[in-house]
């Protein structure tokens, strides 16, 4: 999730919102744009509506037939559930009381997710994991994997999968305070400037970027707290198909580009190593996906690296990605939606040459859509990001 650095101003009158936007660095990334605060009526959570999976035109040549009649078809879902512990009425003024509330948000997130009957989920932001989800999800005949954040950090990133689609052979955490270690003075990591806003996720945050130690140390820089996990699945089709999921959560701030692509940069050579890794011990060429919320836009420098890392050198064998939806007619125009921000933050990457092919994609409500006016959360969407996801078909093997 994108945390507004100053989220108090959201709630302010324009006039004044306008005067504090002269005398303070823009917290939102480029892309993005300022919705109005809506009123919302005050009422109870609403059951979601059924996700849209809207089918996507096919070539209709033999070879897709024929594969289309014998492959094996699966759905994967990527979604921000907004943790709670991030919950806060000074993040989310615009939100009617009741959708902020524990007991309301937890049974409409849960009630979503399982609403999109998909084989594969991958989740961010995901707290109360073994208190709740977990075995909510399992009483549903999921099973899952999960990876906490670091330090004193509450929530994390999980993927939650139907084992009778898809079987776990493997799987990885990844911390990128391993970057710390890793860090050499030639790397590319920039120094906070004096009026830089802290990175951390809450509103005292001056007083916990002291604590991590100087913003201007890269080895202080480097240590965010964010994760992601690396699985790979044998899909339940006749060629026993190997899929490789990574899920991951990109720290949020804005300002700190270098960090995001230095984490960018790393998930990649993980992703790489661990591509290697499973094409050798299952001797076979493994379809690649990641999934997660990434904090970036469209275009900039860690969109940019993801959708071109071919081009650079990283040292490892390079991951050729495309986008799921820019290469189906386009991103969406938000997958996260806030008066303080809106706009798109949340991908599915697929590697080049694998033997997935998306089917359909679910749908996003457009901005002048009513379930969004007045910006998430509300009594439609219990988080403040939308899901993304697609129907795939196994064509070869």
């Known amino acids: 999730m994108l945390k507004p650095q100053t989220a108090w101003t959201a709630s302010l009158p324009l006039f004044l919102l306008r005067r504090c936007s002269r005398s303070a660095p823009n917290p939102f990334p480029p892309g993005g744009r300022r919705l109005p605060c809506l009123p919302v009526c005050k009422r109870r959570m609403s059951t979601q509506a059924q996700p849209r999976f809207a089918p996507l035109p096919t070539e209709q040549s033999e070879s897709q037939t024929d594969a289309g009649v014998a492959g094996y078809q699966f759905r994967l879902v990527s979604y921000n559930i907004l943790a709670q512990v991030y919950v806060k009425s000074a993040f989310f003024p615009h939100s009617p009381s009741a959708c902020l509330k524990w007991k309301s948000r937890s049974k409409a997130v849960l009630t979503e997710l399982k609403s999109f009957d998909a084989d594969l989920m991958c989740i961010q932001e995901l707290d109360e994991y073994d208190t709740f989800y977990k075995k909510n999800m399992e009483s549903s005949g999921y099973s899952s994997i999960y990876i906490q954040r670091s330090g004193d950090k509450r929530d994390g990133c999980g993927i939650f999968y139907k084992p009778k689609s898809a079987e776990l052979v493997q799987k990885e955490g990844i911390h990128y ?45 480097l240590k965010r707290d964010c994760v992601g996990l690396l699985a790979a699945f044998k899909l339940s089709d006749p060629c026993d198909h190997i899929l490789i999921v990574s899920n991951t959560h990109i720290y949020w701030d804005p300002e700190w580009i270098d960090v995001k692509l230095a984490q960018a940069k790393y998930l990649l050579s ?20 990641i999934a997660g919320d990434f904090n970036s836009t469209p275009g900039d420098k860690v969109y940019n690296y993801l959708v071109s890392a071919n081009l650079e050198s990283t040292g490892e064998a390079p991951i050729k990605l495309r986008s799921l939806y820019a290469a189906n007619g386009g991103e969406p125009e938000f997958t996260n939606y806030t008066p303080g921000f809106t706009g798109t933050l949340d991908y599915i990457f697929l590697s080049d040459g694998s033997s997935i092919k998306p089917t359909s994609l679910l749908r996003l409500p457009r901005g002048d859509s009513k379930e969004v006016q007045g910006g998430l959360p509300n009594f439609q969407h219990p988080s403040d990001h939308l899901p993304i996801g697609a129907d795939f078909l196994v064509v070869s093997s």
Do not use: M, W
């Not at 270690?181 to 945050?205: F, G, M, W």
């Not at 661990?274 to 094409?279: A, D, K, M, T």
């Open 177 to 221: 305070n391993d970057l710390v270690e890793k860090y050499v003075p030639s790397d590319h990591v920039n120094s906070a400037s004096p009026n830089n806003s802290s990175p951390e996720e809450d509103t005292n945050s001056k007083q916990h970027n002291n604590k991590r130690g100087d913003p201007n140390d890269p080895r202080v820089r």
């Open 270 to 289: 993980r992703v790489s190593q661990f591509e290697q890794l499973i094409s050798n011990k299952f001797n076979c060429k493994p379809s690649v996906i």
